[in-house]
């Protein structure tokens, strides 16, 4: 049986989506935002749960309509909370990034997009080097109104911005 453990926010109310939609065995990890912070305590209790329950496929999950993502492009009401000014500043980066590359696809999804590739990234480095190679990791992004998963745009994609000076 295929086994998968979901990183999602609580703001989003996933569990029940992803549970009805996806038929295997499932773990979440709930973060506001995703905001995760993969330090070793965190990774030891990754690396055991991977381990112990032959998860093979691991998925960044967010909503285009995440209150906090939303608050992250907006007017930050929530920066005062525990373990999202990272977030925050990672979604403005990104979200500058997107204007200076131009991107003509839909900014909010490329900003997802973005972020989600960094916390992928993030994990890659952090995750024990014997599991990283049988893992495969991903990023999808729900649109409630469509009903519908959405897999991130890749990384080649979601260029990183560079300037010459």
């Known amino acids: 049986m295929n086994k998968s453990l979901y990183f999602i926010c609580p703001t989003d109310y996933l569990e029940p989506?992803?549970?009805?939609?996806?038929?295997?065995?499932k773990y979440?990890?709930?973060?506001?935002?995703?905001?995760?912070?993969?330090?070793?305590?965190?990774?030891?209790?990754?690396?055991?749960?991977?381990?112990?329950k032959d998860v093979r496929n691991i998925s960044f999950v967010l909503s285009t309509s995440n209150p906090?993502?939303?608050?992250a492009l907006g007017n930050q009401?929530?920066?005062?909370?525990r373990g999202v000014k990272n977030v925050y500043n990672e979604i403005k980066k990104?979200?500058?990034?997107?204007?200076?590359l131009g991107q003509t696809v839909d900014p909010n999804f490329c900003i997802?997009?973005?972020?989600?590739?960094?916390?992928?990234?993030?994990?890659?480095?952090?995750?024990?080097?014997?599991?990283?190679?049988?893992?495969?990791?991903?990023g999808v992004v729900y649109?409630?109104?469509?009903?519908?998963?959405?897999?991130?745009?890749?990384?080649l994609i979601c260029r990183k911005y560079f300037s010459l000076n």
Do not use: C, P
């Open 68 to 71: 906090i993502i939303q608050d």
């Open 112 to 138: 997802l997009s973005y972020y989600l590739n960094h916390k992928i990234k993030e994990l890659q480095h952090e995750l024990n080097s014997v599991l990283r190679n049988d893992i495969k990791i991903n």
């Open 94 to 100: 990104q979200k500058e990034h997107s204007k200076a």
């Open 17 to 25: 989506v992803i549970n009805k939609t996806f038929r295997h065995k």
């Open 28 to 52: 979440y990890y709930a973060s506001l935002g995703n905001s995760v912070s993969f330090d070793g305590a965190t990774m030891r209790e990754i690396n055991t749960l991977i381990k112990n």
């Open 77 to 81: 009401e929530f920066s005062h909370l």
């Open 143 to 155: 649109n409630k109104q469509e009903n519908r998963f959405t897999t991130i745009y890749t990384s």
